[in-house]
C-alpha cells in the first residue's frame, strides 16, 4: 500500500492536468490558469486531495529543472556571446532599478536592510517557467523581445543563487560573524559557479560530442531518450549537490548539447516531460494558494498586485529605454516580465523571513505573485496592443525594436545530405537563401560535415521532430532520401498540421512522380546533370530567386561537372 500512497499524487496530478489543459483551450484562455485554478481547488486549502509532500516538491521542481534545459539547448557559446548586452547590461540594471523599488518599501515597512535586499531582490525576479510558456504560445521565442526576456530571465536566475546565499546568512544569530559568513559564501558561489561553467565547455567539447556521435551509429531512438534523461538529471544533480542550483545545471547541460549537431534530436526527446512537469510546477504554485486568505485580505492583495505589476512594468520600460530600446519595444518587455517570481516562495517560506513578515503578510504576497503568474498571458497580450498602438501613432525607431530583423527560423529544410541535397544546399547558399540541414544516415552525416556542409542529426520522419523544428514557421522541406510506404501516411498528418508548408522529393521516374503528386508533394525528377539541379532549382523559385540568377547558378554548375568529367585521366585497360 505504500507504493500506491507514493503513486496517488502523480496520478491526481495528470488527471487534473489534463483536464484543466482541455478546459482552458475550449474557453480559449491559457493553461498556466487552468493549472492554478486546479492546484487551488485540489490543495490543502480547499478540497485537500492532495497535500505538499516531497514528491509534489520533486516533481514540481524538475519542470523548472526541464525548463532550463530547454533554454540552454538554444543558448552556444556564440549566442551568449551575442546577448552580452542584455545580460551584462540590461539584466543587472533591471535588478538593480527593481530591486531599490521594492527594498525601499520593505525598509518603509519597518523591516532591517538586510531584509529589504533579500525581498527586493526577489520581487524584482520573474517567472521563467511562465513567460518562456507565454513566448512559446505566442510564437514570440524568435523575436527580439523574446530573445532579450529570456536573456534577462537567466542572468536573474544566476542572481537567485546568490540571493538564497544570503538569505541562508540571515540563520546565524551574530551579525558580524554573518557578514564575513557571506562575504565568504558569495565568493565561493561566484567561484562554483564560473567553474561550473567552464567545466561545461569542456564537457561538452572532449566527452559530449564524442559520446553522441557514439550513439548516433546505434540508430537506436530509446538511447537518445536516455541520454537525454541523463544529461538533464545528471548536470543538474551535479551543481546542486555544490550547493548552486539545480536549474543553473541544467541550463548548462542544455548549452553543452546545444553546440552539437544532435541538438535538435535532444530537444525532441526532452519536450515531453519538459511540458509534462511544467503542468505538475504550476498545479503546485496553485496548491499553495489559500482561498481564505483571499476572500479575507483580498484588498489588500488587489492593492500588492497592482503595485508589484505597476513597479516592474515602469522600471523595466525605463530600463529598456536607457538601453537604447524603441518605446513600443520597451512596452512588450515591461509587461512580458512584470509578474513575480516563483522563486519568492522560497524566500518566503525561510523561517527567519516567514517570522519577520507575519503569517498575514506572507499569505497577501503569495497571493499576489501567484495571482501575477496567472496574469502574465493577459498582460503580455495587453503589453503586444500597447505597443501595436504606440507604433501606429508613432514613427518612432531605434537601432533595436521589437520590429527589426532578429534570429529567425530558416525557411528551408533539407533532409538526406546525399549528393542530390548537397546540390540543393549549394543552391540555397550561392543564394543566400537560410537553411537547416538534416541527416539521419551516420556515414552520409559524417561525409558532409567534413565537406562543410552545417548538418544535424536527426529522423526526418519522426513526428514529434516536425515540432521541434518549428514546421509551422518554414516554407518548404526537401526530402532526398524517402520512400512512397514512409511519406505516404505521414502526408494527412503534414496538410493538416503545416497547410502552408512545400513538401520537395526527389524521385527517378515518372510512375513515383504521379504517385507523390497524388498525397500532395511536389516530386521533381532526377534528369539533371550533376543530380538535383532541377529540384534545387524548384526551391529556389519557390523561395522567389530571380529567374536569371536561377539560370546562371544551374549554368555554372553544369559547367563545373563537366569540367570535372573533362579533367578525369582516362582509365588504360589492360589487353
Not at 520533486?58 to 551568449?80: C, K, Q, T
Not at 530591486?99 to 536592510?113: I, N, R, S
Not at 564537457?203 to 530509446?222: D, T, W
Not at 543566400?432 to 536527426?458: H, K
Amino acid at each position: 500500500m505504500n507504493e500506491v500512497h507514493a503513486l496517488a499524487p502523480a496520478i491526481i496530478l495528470l488527471l487534473v492536468g489534463i483536464f484543466a489543459i482541455t478546459l482552458m483551450r475550449r474557453v480559449g484562455l491559457s493553461p498556466i490558469v487552468g493549472y492554478l485554478v486546479a492546484g487551488v481547488i485540489i490543495g490543502p486549502h480547499a478540497l485537500k486531495l492532495i497535500h505538499e509532500s516531497e514528491t509534489t516538491h520533486l516533481l514540481a521542481e524538475l519542470g523548472v529543472v526541464f525548463l532550463l534545459f530547454d533554454i540552454g539547448l538554444h543558448f552556444s557559446l556564440s549566442s551568449i556571446w551575442e546577448a552580452r548586452r542584455d545580460l551584462l547590461g540590461l539584466g543587472p540594471l533591471q535588478i538593480v532599478l527593481c530591486g531599490l523599488a521594492f527594498g525601499g518599501v520593505t525598509v518603509a515597512f519597518g523591516l532591517g536592510p538586510e531584509y529589504a535586499v533579500i525581498l527586493g531582490g526577489a520581487l524584482a525576479l520573474s517567472s521563467t517557467a511562465v513567460v518562456v510558456h507565454t513566448l512559446a504560445e505566442r510564437k514570440q521565442q524568435n523575436c527580439p523581445v523574446g530573445l532579450t526576456g529570456m536573456a534577462i530571465l537567466i542572468f536573474q536566475d544566476i542572481c537567485a543563487i546568490f540571493l538564497l546565499v544570503l538569505a541562508g546568512s540571515l540563520e546565524t544569530g551574530d551579525s558580524s560573524a554573518a557578514e564575513s559568513g557571506l562575504i565568504t559564501a558569495v565568493s565561493l558561489a561566484v567561484v562554483k559557479a564560473a567553474a561550473a561553467f567552464l567545466a561545461a565547455v569542456l564537457i561538452g567539447r572532449y566527452a559530449i560530442k564524442p559520446l553522441f556521435k557514439h550513439l548516433s551509429q546505434s540508430r537506436n531512438e530509446e538511447v537518445f531518450t536516455a541520454t537525454a534523461l541523463l544529461v538533464v538529471l545528471a548536470t543538474a544533480a551535479a551543481t546542486g549537490s555544490t550547493g548552486i542550483s539545480l536549474t543553473l545545471g541544467a541550463f548548462l547541460g542544455g548549452m553543452i548539447i546545444s553546440e552539437t549537431p544532435y541538438r535538435h534530436v535532444i530537444q525532441t526527446e526532452a519536450k515531453p516531460f519538459r511540458n509534462l512537469l511544467l503542468g505538475f510546477f504550476f498545479i503546485t504554485v496553485g496548491m499553495s494558494l489559500d482561498w481564505h486568505i483571499l476572500v479575507a485580505h483580498w484588498a489588500e492583495i488587489l492593492v500588492f498586485l497592482v503595485a508589484l505589476v505597476t513597479i516592474k512594468t515602469v522600471l523595466i520600460i525605463a530600463a529598456a529605454r536607457a538601453f537604447g530600446w524603441s518605446t513600443p519595444g520597451s512596452v512588450q518587455l515591461g509587461f512580458l516580465l512584470a509578474q513575480g517570481s516563483e522563486f519568492v516562495f522560497v524566500i518566503i517560506a525561510m523561517p527567519m523571513v516567514r517570522e519577520a513578515l507575519g503569517e498575514g503578510t506572507v499569505g497577501v504576497v503569495i497571493t499576489g505573485v501567484a495571482a501575477s503568474l496567472a496574469l502574465t498571458p493577459t498582460l503580455a497580450a495587453l503589453g503586444n496592443s500597447l505597443a501595436r498602438m504606440l507604433r501606429r501613432r508613432s514613427s518612432d525607431s531605434s537601432p533595436i525594436g521589437e520590429t527589426l530583423p532578429s534570429v529567425t527560423t530558416a525557411p528551408v529544410v533539407v533532409f538526406g545530405m546525399n549528393d542530390i541535397g548537397c546540390t540543393v544546399v549549394d543552391a540555397l547558399e550561392a543564394n543566400n537563401v537560410p537553411y537547416d540541414a538534416i541527416e539521419m544516415d551516420y556515414e552520409r552525416f559524417l561525409a558532409a560535415s567534413a565537406d562543410g556542409y552545417t548538418v544535424a542529426f536527426g529522423n526526418p520522419n519522426d513526428v514529434r521532430l516536425m515540432e521541434t523544428l518549428a514546421y509551422a514557421e518554414r516554407e518548404a522541406v526537401v526530402a532526398t532520401t524517402v520512400s512512397y510506404e514512409v511519406e505516404e501516411p505521414l502526408m494527412p498528418i503534414m496538410r493538416d498540421r503545416y497547410p502552408n508548408l512545400t513538401r520537395f522529393i526527389a524521385v527517378d521516374t515518372d510512375e513515383d512522380k504521379a504517385r507523390f503528386e497524388a498525397v500532395g508533394m511536389r516530386p521533381i525528377v532526377n534528369r539533371s546533370i550533376p543530380r538535383g539541379l532541377d529540384l534545387a532549382a524548384a526551391v529556389l523559385r519557390c523561395q522567389r530567386v530571380d529567374e536569371a540568377k536561377i539560370h546562371d547558378w544551374m549554368r555554372r554548375q553544369q559547367e563545373r561537372t563537366l569540367q570535372a568529367t573533362a579533367d578525369v585521366p582516362p582509365v588504360s585497360v589492360a589487353v
